[in-house]
Nanobody, 122 residues
Framework: QVQLVESGGGLVQAGGSLRLSCAAS????????MGWFRQGSGEDREFVAA???????YYKDSVKGRFTISRDNAKNTVYLQMNSLKPEDTAVYYC????????????????WGQGTQVTVSS
């Protein structure tokens, strides 16, 4: 059974930092892209960042320069370092893996974590 488990969310003041982790089990994703999405209250799930098997990364425009996605294939884990957080970054953050298609399209991904809440206070 494949599982993705996120951790690292929490409450932080604007300008602060958080590091999210997503540990995969049940199969390896070392040769596949992994991504992070988020969903604010009453909003659609949106792409945040993705990283492919070679380490190339892609970001939503509004997080470029503030967020960094990385992966540790030995640990089957993907990370999202979030700096200079803003209240508009408040959302449930989900990691995703597997599937075929454009990295920014949530429909591409087969496996999803349960989500971790990030709340940024002003």
């Amino acid at each position: 059974q494949v599982q993705l488990v996120e951790s690292g969310g929490g409450l932080v003041q604007a300008g602060g930092s958080l590091r999210l982790s997503c540990a995969a089990s049940g199969r390896t994703f070392r040769n596949e892209p992994m991504g992070w999405f988020r969903q604010g209250s009453g909003e659609d799930r949106e792409f945040v960042a993705a990283i492919n098997w070679s380490g190339s990364s892609y970001y939503k425009d509004s997080v470029k320069g503030r967020f960094t996605i990385s992966r540790d294939n030995a640990k089957n884990t993907v990370y999202l370092q979030m700096n200079s957080l803003k209240p508009e970054d408040t959302a449930v953050y989900y990691c995703a893996a597997g599937g075929i298609g454009p990295l920014a399209n949530p429909d591409k991904y087969t496996y999803w974590g349960q989500g971790t809440q990030v709340t940024v206070s002003s």
